[in-house]
């Protein structure tokens, strides 16, 4: 497979570094009684994927969430990303096999795309954060609109990402190829291991030998 027929998508938090202090996420999610998981999941389909925070948004995240629209977090300065050790040189090895983007599921407010460039550049060609698409991942269309926009079949995918759901089971239910990063976590549901041949990495330095992996397999 060239260059040019491959893509390598990478998720965000999680899987390139951490985010050095609770976002309006952590906060929001904090503040539901629904619980973290629950309220997350919420949070994809009426936070996640608009493009600015108004007074609706804020009233219908709110309800969502079961909490006081004055329990909002406003004005939140944006957690910096700090970067896994071994980032940099995973994605100079992964950039050397395919074409690099990042998917990732974040807010308007969260998301930072110069000090992005300024980090991943020039080893990550794209970002495509769900507050821009409109679509935050498991949900299909998330994948396919990186699909469409780089130009490559969505089975030409390799998704490299830590959360179970959003990003293997989104990213296998889409069509895609998925590496998940586990950091010493028990696999969730080991019979995507043989049913969609996802690979399971501790790091994303680990993970570099598993995408080429994926990238050969599709070569033959």
């Excluded at 998940?180 to 993970?207: F, K």
Aim: glycine fraction near 6%; charged fraction near 25%; proline fraction near 7%.
């Amino acid at each position: 497979m060239t260059r040019a027929q491959a893509l390598i998508s990478l998720d965000i938090g999680g899987t390139l570094g951490s985010a050095q202090g609770p976002g309006l996420a952590a906060r929001l999610a904090a503040a539901s009684p629904l619980g973290p998981k629950e309220a997350r999941r919420v949070m994809r389909d009426v936070l996640h994927t608009v493009p600015e925070i108004t007074e609706a948004v804020v009233d219908r995240v709110c309800l969502a969430l079961r909490i006081e629209p004055s329990d909002f977090p406003r004005d939140l300065p944006v957690a910096p990303l700090v970067l896994f050790p071994g980032t940099v040189e995973a994605l100079q090895a992964l950039s050397d096999m395919a074409s690099v983007v990042t998917l990732s599921n974040v807010t308007c407010t969260e998301a930072d795309p110069e000090r992005l460039l300024d980090l991943l550049s020039p080893w990550v060609g794209a970002h495509f954060p769900s507050c821009r698409t409109g679509y935050a991942k498991p949900d299909d269309r998330a994948f396919q609109t990186v699909a469409e926009e780089c130009g490559v079949e969505l089975s030409r995918i390799v998704h490299v990402g830590d959360d179970w759901e959003c990003d293997i089971q989104g990213a296998t239910t889409a069509g895609a190829r998925a590496v998940w990063i586990s950091h010493g976590r028990t696999i969730p549901d080991p019979r995507l291991l043989v049913e969609q041949r996802v690979r399971v990495a501790h790091d994303l330095v680990d993970a570099v030998t598993h995408v080429r992996h994926h990238l050969t397999r599709s070569d033959s």
